[in-house]
């Protein structure tokens, strides 16, 4: 099973400020990586798949990098509605599809 | 607007069998879809539990094979998942989803199951 570790746990952050959020596979993953967020209550929101392609209407702001193992999610400028956790997740060798632990973006 | 809804049990006794469905609304369940359930402990991060394909091939976490059944009723527009011989830990939000892939990007708003005596 493919082991995800997403850094740091809780990143504070300023609104308009840049996050970047990381995430280590144990193993290659290629470009089979995806990246939720998800708000309190809520369910978990598809944001970036295939490391670097934003979902339906996810707006610019959000960008995601990397290949092999190193994976990065960026958001340029934080807006209020951007506070959330994320969560990576691969999908190159399932089953079983594995999520890292999540890192939650938190108003500093 | 397709959309998922999830229904069941919210409290299921230890060593039970949990029960969930979910029903599609506005797609029909053999449209050509990953069916997919993912579960989430209260405070914790997402498991994914299994998937089915519209061909009907099913796929499972091998940590929960053995006590999973993931199914669908097309006449229902319905997937469902069977959990046996559960315990406190099987305590979670359970999802379901649907993806073109594995990647899932829509989901029902998540149905809360304890497990408890």
């Known amino acids: 099973e493919i082991v995800l570790t997403q850094s740091p746990a809780t990143l504070s952050v300023s609104p308009g400020e840049r996050a970047t959020l990381y995430c280590r596979a144990s193993?290659?993953?290629?470009?089979?990586v995806a990246w939720y967020q998800q708000k309190p209550g809520q369910a978990p929101r598809l944001v970036i798949y295939d490391v670097a392609t934003r979902a339906t209407g996810i707006p610019a702001r959000f960008s995601g990098s990397g290949s092999g193992t190193e994976f990065t999610l960026t958001i340029s400028s934080l807006q209020s509605e951007d506070f959330a956790v994320y969560y990576c997740q691969q999908y190159n060798d399932w089953p079983p599809v594995t999520f890292g632990g999540g890192s939650k973006v938190e108003i500093k | 607007q397709p959309q998922l809804q999830e229904s069941g049990p919210g409290l299921v006794k230890p060593s039970e069998t949990l029960s969930l469905r979910c029903t599609v609304s506005g797609d029909s369940s053999s449209s050509p879809y990953y069916w997919v359930w993912i579960r989430q402990p209260p405070g914790k991060g997402l498991e994914w539990i299994g998937t089915i394909y519209y061909s009907g091939s099913i796929y499972y976490n091998p940590s929960l094979k053995s006590r999973l059944t993931i199914s669908r009723d097309t006449s229902n527009n319905q997937f469902s998942l069977k959990m046996t011989s559960v315990t406190a830990a099987d305590t979670a939000v359970y999802y379901c989803a649907r993806g073109i892939s594995v990647v899932t990007s829509l989901w029902g708003q998540g149905t809360l199951v304890i497990v408890s005596s």
């Open positions: 193993q290659s993953v290629s470009i089979n």
